[in-house]
């Protein structure tokens, strides 16, 4: 089968084309581009159908698994496919090590060095046995992130723009040093014992359940992240879509509950907005998916992120 590439603005990508048996996928596809242009590795590209110009619809996505002459009429020996460069991309695990990192080492600066005399203040820094707790429950947090990031999740194919890891470290270790400073402050006013031990309590058991729907998600995949998008069921996942998403959110209301700064809960806020608009993407998704028609199964009635509201 004949393949001709080009750029979206159609310029030959390839230049002559590339020659491919019958059988070929749209991975194949994209193995061959790259062998031709070492720049365009397989994550790097996108390929779409041609649009006839003038028409402003979204083109179709080559699925890498599929054929490439199930795109193409049926006598048809040839295809024009339209490659666009997504820019250098990394693995998930790369993305979410490096955001995660910044805040586990962080946060114990402010803890455990004299920073605060650079910000003028001279005198002697009592540490509360808060602040001692607070960093525990920080750095657990962190690092149990890391640990689900290589040992627990499996991952689709997809990757992330480079340029993600450098907003989402200037998030994470931005927030991670505001927070850490102002828990960690000489002058910071602790909560009474009893509603740390409530905060700390009930935040580390939504960091346990957490876990728990980390290792559900990961159950509904093959080792090597096969298995698409499923629907996930037991625990809190019975009663909301995005259960980790759920406890993720109060596990920080539990933080702040016991440490009670105005940095903490901005963050809280912030998380909040960003997960629940992604639980309503993966909500949708999910309804899309199992829509009930043509023997696959409907999608159950459930919360999408904060019941008894969303
Ligand atoms: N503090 C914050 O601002 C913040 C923000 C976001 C997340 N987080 C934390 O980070 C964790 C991970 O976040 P995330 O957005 O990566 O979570 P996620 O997309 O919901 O899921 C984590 C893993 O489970 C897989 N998965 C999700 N739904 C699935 C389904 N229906 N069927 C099969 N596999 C499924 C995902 O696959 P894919 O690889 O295909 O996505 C991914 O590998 C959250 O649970 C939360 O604890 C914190």
């Not at 962190?142 to 998030?171: D, G, Q, W």
């Not at 909301?240 to 920080?252: K, L, M, S």
């Not at 912030?270 to 309804?287: D, E, F, G, Q």
Request: hydrophobic share 40%; with cysteine.
């Amino acid at each position: 089968m004949k393949v001709t590439v080009v750029s979206r603005s159609g310029r030959e990508v390839v230049k002559g084309g590339l020659e491919l048996n019958d059988s070929a996928t749209a991975a194949d596809l994209q193995q061959a581009i790259h062998k031709r242009t070492k720049k365009f590795y397989p994550s790097r590209q996108r390929l779409t159908l041609p649009l006839p110009p003038g028409l402003k619809e979204k083109p179709v996505v080559l699925h890498y698994r599929k054929a490439l002459k199930s795109y193409v009429e049926e006598n048809s020996d040839s295809i024009t496919v339209v490659l666009k460069d997504l820019g250098p991309q990394v693995s998930y695990r790369t993305l979410f090590f490096w955001e995660y990192v910044g805040p586990l080492f962080l946060y114990p600066v402010f803890y455990f060095f004299p920073v605060y005399r650079y910000f003028g203040y001279k005198g002697e820094r009592i540490i509360h046995p808060g602040q001692t707790y607070a960093l525990y429950y920080w750095c657990f947090h962190y690092f149990k992130r890391i640990m689900e990031t290589f040992f627990v999740h499996r991952f689709s194919h997809a990757t992330s723009p480079l340029s993600n890891v450098f907003r989402n470290c200037a998030y994470y270790w931005s927030f991670g040093s505001y927070i850490a400073y102002y828990v960690n402050h000489p002058l910071y006013t602790p909560v009474s014992d009893l509603q740390m031990k409530i905060g700390f309590g009930f935040g580390l058991l939504c960091q346990i359940s957490n876990f728990y729907c980390h290792v559900l998600l990961r159950n509904l995949r093959s080792p090597d992240g096969n298995g698409g998008y499923q629907i996930p069921r037991g625990f809190l996942f019975n009663i909301v879509t995005c259960a980790n998403y759920t406890t993720e959110i109060y596990q920080w209301l539990g933080f702040n509950i016991a440490t009670q700064t105005v940095a903490g809960y901005v963050f809280l806020v912030v998380a909040t907005s960003i997960m629940t608009n992604w639980a309503l993407a993966k909500h949708r998704r999910l309804k899309k998916l199992f829509d009930g028609k043509d023997g696959r199964p409907k999608y159950p009635r459930r919360w999408v992120i904060l019941p008894p509201f969303l």
